[in-house]
Structure formats: C-alpha cells, structure tokens
C-alpha cells in the first residue's frame, strides 16, 4: 500500500512504514495535482503539514483513500468532519511536537527580556562604531525567574510550556475553557520527579496577573486578544503567540506596543501566512520566526513515528 508524505515525513517515519510493507513517496505534489496524482498512483494515506490542504472535493474525488494524517496538531487545514463521515480514518499527533513549541516560546521569552532580537541586528551594524550607544539602550534586562507567565490555553502545548517555566523558577496561571486543573510532571535528568497542581483561573485573571503571556490555543472565529484584553494587561507585558495566526488582533497589538502597555512581544504565527504584514516584519519591538514552532529534529521523529504506528494500527 502506498502512503504520499505531501508535506514531508521524517526518516524514522519512513522506517517505521516500509518495515510494514508499505511504500512511502516523499514527492511534492502541487495542491491542484493532487487529486489526480492520488488516483493515477493508487495511494491510500495522504500524509501531510499546514502547507497541503484535504478539503471535500479532494476527498469526494479519491475514492481509493483511507486515511488522511497530520503531522502535527492542528487540523484546521483539513474537513476533519466531512472525511469521517465518507469512512476515512483521519489521524494527527496532538503530543509530539509539544515540547518542541514550548521550548520555542521560551527562546522567543529570554530574548525578548534582555533584547537579544534587537542586539543581534545592530551588532553587525554598529557594534564597533557604537558599542557603549548599545551597551546603554540594551542594558534594561529583566530576569524571568520570579515572575508570573500566564498560559492561555491549558492544553498539551500549554502544559508543556507552564513545565518550562516551572522549571526556570516562574509562577504559572493559566486559563483554559475546558479544564479545571491539571498535574504537571516534572521530570530531571537524574530520575527525580516534582509535581505541581495548577488550577486555572478566569482569563480576565491572567491577564491582569502575568509579567509574560504565552497562547496555546486552536484556529478560532474572534481574536482571543484583542483592544479590549490589552487594555487589562499589566503596563510593559511580554507577549508570544506560537499558536494559530488570528488569534490575536496585529492591529491592535502594534498599537498595545505604540503605547507602551505592551513592551515587547514574540510571533511564531501570523494572521497572512506565508506573507505577514510589513509593520510586523519591521517592528523593532517584535521577536519573529517563521512558524516553526514544531520544528525541531526530535519533534519530526516523534511525529513520523507516531503516524506510522497509528497507520499500522488502523490498516493492519
């Protein structure tokens, strides 16, 4: 049987599958190929990211599939409902890229606080014609030890990401819409084990609570921040968004920076993928990257594997 990889699958994927007996083609095919390659070649798993779309006329038109998968944890990218209701099995791996985000954020945190985004590109520039200029206007650090980071979205990513700032000495509070608590584990090198109780809280709470704010939350209609959550925040908050693009009002956080309630903030994802806005793109403010919050060697092993081991599963 045949499984197309449209967006990639890690070599330890690979292995997983042909050890089963399975053919795994890693070609690219264009979106409006799609289809006709899918029948033309006898695939039965269509394998992909964010960047390859399944929606009803793929999966009207493919007869012959059996199960779409995602690498990965959102699914807004495919009609979930509709392939279930034709009888395919639709699959993706809510856990394997969990860590992977959290430590991102917290790139993305560290930098902000001690300015690294910007320093990193005026040292190149001026660092021998300016360096005690630079030296003055990046020396207003702070520490994140101590202070309160409030977690929007209390789900596998988010608990992953409270785990890190539990362990760099931060308080958490988090919010989430449909959990009450959560035990985090934390595990250390030497096999010890610690482990917190978080209770959430009102998001109206967090918001007035955190020094940093981190969003883990899926694709929705409304922004989960907009005007009128900014204006609840903590004068000089930092803010990362490595969830969804449109979960946040852009608009609104440029201006929530101008006037100074946000000090800085971090963007994994963006409202026009793959074209962001300019004013993001030149914001001094603004700590970038593009969306590569899963994107680490280990998080694609885990996420091949774990596709492979539930295609087994489901085709035998």
Same mark, same amino acid.
Request: aromatic fraction near 6%.
């Given at each position: ?21 399975? /053919? ?93 985004? %910007?320093?990193?590109? /005026?040292?190149?520039?001026?660092? *021998? ?13 702070? /520490? ?11 789900? #596998? ?25 959560? %035990? ?26 955190? *020094? ?13 921040? *907009? ?16 969830? #969804? ?11 929530? @920076? ?9 963007? *994994? ?8 806005? @300019? ?17 680490? %060697? ?12 539930? @295609? ?5």
């Amino acid at each position: 049987m045949k499984v197309l990889a449209n967006d990639g699958i890690s070599q330890s994927g690979i292995d997983a599958l042909e050890k089963e007996g399975y /053919e795994v083609i890693t070609t690219t095919v264009a979106q409006e190929q799609l289809i006709n390659y899918i029948n033309e070649n006898d695939i039965v798993v269509l394998l992909v990211r964010s960047a390859t779309t399944v929606r009803k006329d793929l999966i009207d038109a493919c007869p012959g599939l059996k199960i779409i998968g995602r690498g990965g944890v959102g699914m807004d990218n495919i009609d979930v409902e509709y392939a279930r209701e034709k009888g395919l099995s639709v699959i993706n791996t809510p856990a394997a890229s969990s860590h992977s985000v959290a430590e991102l954020v917290f790139g993305h945190l560290y930098g902000l606080a001690r300015f690294l985004h %910007n320093a990193n590109r /005026e040292m190149p520039l001026e660092g *021998d014609s300016n360096f005690k200029g630079l030296k003055k206007a990046y020396a207003k650090g702070t /520490e994140l030890k101590g202070k309160t980071l409030g977690v929007l979205g209390f789900g #596998r990513i988010g608990q992953a990401t409270a785990k890190v700032a539990l362990g760099a000495g931060m308080k958490v509070v988090a919010f989430d819409p449909f959990l009450e608590e959560a %035990n985090l584990e934390l595990e250390f090198f030497d096999g010890q084990k610690v482990s917190f109780d978080i209770k959430t809280i009102s998001k109206e709470e967090v918001l007035k609570q955190a *020094d940093f704010i981190t969003l883990h939350v899926p694709a929705q209609k409304d922004y989960v921040i *907009d005007e009128a959550e900014f204006s609840i925040m903590k004068d000089g908050v930092i803010i990362a968004n490595a969830a #969804r693009g449109g979960v946040v009002n852009e608009v609104a956080l440029v201006k929530a @920076i101008e006037s100074g309630k946000v000090a800085r903030a971090a963007l *994994d994802v963006f409202e026009k993928e793959p074209k962001p806005e @300019i004013q993001l793109l030149m914001n001094p403010a603004l700590s970038l990257t593009p969306h590569t919050g899963a994107a680490t %060697n280990e998080a694609q092993d885990r996420i091949g594997v774990e596709l492979a081991e539930q @295609i087994v599963n489901i085709l035998g």
